[in-house]
Nanobody, 119 residues
């Protein structure tokens, strides 16, 4: 079991920045940490991810604006969100995923943190 607790959401104006945090009970050890978001009436979508080896990726919609990083000592993953737009408004979820040696996939979710961007 990996427990995840997000924080750092809030209400900002377009163009401003926010940093969301995800405190994890476990990090590293082959665990890929990801950020997803879900806007009202829309499907949950992948925003950014970071592997246990530090390789990052992000969705085209946020490239150049959002970055993800992790502090293994603090067992915390961050999502730095710059130049926020109203369309970034969503609940942001932290996700942890890994596979066992037998190939079984394990996926865990946090409770989400609301990000609202006003125009």
């Amino acid at each position: 079991q990996v427990q995840l607790v997000e924080s750092g959401g809030g209400l900002v104006q377009a163009g401003e920045s926010l940093r969301a945090s995800c405190a994890a009970s476990e990090i590293g050890f082959g665990i890929t940490m990801s950020w997803y978001r879900q806007a009202p009436g829309k499907q949950r979508e992948l925003v950014a991810s970071i592997t246990s080896g530090g390789i990052t990726d992000s969705a085209n919609s946020v490239k150049g604006r959002f970055t993800t990083s992790e502090d293994t000592a603090k067992k915390t993953v961050y999502l730095q969100m710059n130049s926020l737009k109203p369309e970034d408004t969503a609940v942001y979820y932290c996700n942890a995923a890994y596979k066992t040696n037998g190939g079984a996939a394990h996926v865990f979710w946090g409770q989400g943190t609301q990000v609202t961007v006003s125009s």
